[in-house]
């Protein structure tokens, strides 16, 4: 199934999918597909690197449903069905959801619905948590809220800082995104309510 990945920055987890392709661990993944909006986003040279379909679409110039009309002729343009928003740090429109409605996934690198936002792991460590982790999940018209597709747990440490916390989440969340994309792309995803079934093998 053709793949649209939206990155902001660094692009690990872009890179952990194309990890995932390459290794045969992901048959039904094919990266059609990068948009950033970031001029600068490392997630390009990974793109360049892998031969990937590679846009860069300026967020800070226009509004948000122009940017988000502009990405779509794009994945359009490459026949892409599923969005994944690999460290893509912008909201989306209502518009874009609906238009993607239940095909669009996130990484988010805490245990939701606790830490959503853009700062989860200063968020856990200020409020004392003793586990965090990552979660993969489906996207709706709120931030972080919706369906939960996968979790995956760490403990917090005593002089746990930041840095330490995020490298920690961060191995996860590689091994994660990869497999929940497999699961959607080979249809083994449906939802009942907000409850994600996950059909076995
Ligand atoms: C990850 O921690 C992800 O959970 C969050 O942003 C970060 C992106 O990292 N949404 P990378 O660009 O994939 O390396």
């Given amino acids: 199934m053709k793949v649209g990945v939206m990155a902001s920055g ?3 987890n872009f890179q952990a999918i194309i990890d995932s392709i390459a290794s045969g661990e992901s048959p039904d993944v094919e990266i059609a597909q ?35 009309k502009e990405v779509i002729k794009i994945m359009e343009a490459s026949e892409v069905e599923i969005i994944v928003l690999a460290g893509f740090m912008r909201i989306l429109s209502p518009l874009f959801i609906k238009k993607y409605k ?43 809220s919706g369906p939960i597709i996968m ?18 989440i961060l191995f996860h969340e590689h091994k994660l995104l990869p497999k929940a994309l497999q699961l959607m792309c080979s249809n083994k995803i449906s939802l009942e309510g907000r409850q994600v079934i996950i059909t076995a093998d």
């Fill in 151 to 168: 979790q995956a747990s760490v403990e917090i440490n005593e002089n746990e800082s930041e840095e330490s916390l995020s490298k920690k």
């Fill in 10 to 12: 660094r692009g690990s």
């Fill in 34 to 68: 990068l948009v950033v909006n970031k001029s600068n986003a490392y997630a390009v040279k990974r793109a360049k690197k892998n031969k990937i379909k590679c846009n860069y679409v300026d967020s800070a110039a226009i509004t948000r449903e122009e940017f988000d």
């Fill in 102 to 144: 239940n095909k669009i996934l996130n990484i988010h690198p805490s245990l939701l619905p606790s830490f959503p936002g853009a700062n989860a792991h200063k968020d856990a460590l200020q409020y004392g948590a003793k586990i965090s982790g990552c979660t993969v999940h489906l996207v709706d018209e709120n931030i972080d």
